[in-house]
C-alpha cells in the first residue's frame, strides 16, 4: 500500500487550522471547534469502516472470502483500532473543555490531548485515503 506524503497531512492540517481560526475567537472557542472538527472526520469515517468489515466478515464466514479481501480487513481493523484509541482522546479532551468551560481555568492535560487526538485523526485520515474510504471534502 502506498503511503501518502507530508504534503497531504500538512494539507488536512492547514484545514483544522483554518476552521479552528475562523470559528474560534477565544483559547476556549478553539478547543471547542477543534473537538467538533475532528469528531466530523470521525463521524464520517467510523461507519464506512465498521460497514466494510461487517461485509468481509460475513463474505468470511460464507467461505468466499478473497486474499486481496482478508488484507483489506487487516488494514480496516487497523483503522478501527486508530479510531477507537481517537475516541478515547476525544473523550478525554471533550471532558477537559468541559472542565475549562465550568471552571473558566484550562485543565494543564488541554494542549496534549487536542495534540494527540490531531495525530490520531491524521493518521485515520491517512489510512482511510489509502483504503479509497471518502472523507468530507472540507478535510482532505
Request: glycine share 6%; with cysteine.
Amino acid at each position: 500500500m502506498e503511503r501518502r506524503g507530508m504534503g497531504w497531512r500538512l494539507g488536512v492540517l492547514a484545514v483544522v487550522a483554518l476552521l479552528l481560526v475562523a470559528c474560534g475567537t477565544t483559547l476556549l472557542g478553539r478547543a471547542k471547534q477543534s473537538a467538533a472538527v475532528s469528531n466530523g472526520v470521525y463521524e464520517s469515517v467510523n461507519p464506512q469502516v465498521v460497514s466494510e468489515i461487517r461485509t468481509i466478515v460475513e463474505k468470511n464466514r460464507a467461505g468466499t472470502i478473497t486474499e486481496q479481501e482478508r488484507q483489506r480487513l487487516r488494514d480496516l481493523n487497523e483503522l478501527r483500532k486508530v479510531l477507537d484509541d481517537y475516541a478515547a482522546a476525544h473523550n478525554l479532551f471533550v471532558e477537559a473543555v468541559k472542565t475549562w468551560e465550568q471552571t473558566g481555568q484550562e485543565p494543564a492535560n488541554t494542549p496534549l490531548l487536542e495534540n494527540q487526538i490531531l495525530r490520531l485523526i491524521n493518521r485515520a485520515l491517512d489510512l482511510a485515503k489509502e483504503l479509497n474510504i471518502p472523507v468530507p471534502a472540507g478535510l482532505r
